[in-house]
């Protein structure tokens, strides 16, 4: 089992920045992937960064070259670093981690945390 909770979300003007954490505890050395998700009101939710457990990164082209998905040194936390935010940035944001355990495959959820970009 991997738990997963976010923090850091919160309501800044145009242009700004935030910082999302995700701790993660538990079974966190089967985690392989971590990711980055969020969800706007009446739309989908959608990816928006990933991390292996090689640090190789993806990210989704509305955010490529504003958002930077890092962990940090002991591997427990997920980071977010969200900059030049517009208001289509706005939505709740959410960790999730890719786990093996075993022979299977599990994914985790964290609870969210909501990010309000407006003047």
């Known amino acids: 089992q991997v738990q997963l909770v976010e923090s850091g979300g919160g309501l800044v003007q145009p242009g700004g920045s935030l910082r999302l954490s995700c701790a993660a505890s538990?079974?966190?050395?089967?985690?392989?992937?971590m990711n980055w998700y969020r969800q706007a009101p009446g739309k989908e939710r959608e990816l928006v960064a990933t991390i292996t457990s090689g640090d190789s990164t993806n990210y989704a082209d509305s955010v490529k070259g504003r958002f930077t998905v890092s962990r940090g040194n002991a591997r427990n936390t997920l980071f977010l670093e969200m900059n030049s935010l517009k208001p289509e940035d706005t939505a709740v944001y959410y960790c999730?981690?890719?786990?093996?355990?075993?022979?299977?495959?599990?994914?985790?959820w964290g609870q969210g945390t909501q990010v309000t970009v407006s003047s």
């Open positions: 999730n981690a890719l786990a093996s355990l075993g022979r299977g495959t599990y994914e985790y």
């Open positions: 538990g079974s966190i050395f089967s985690i392989y992937a």
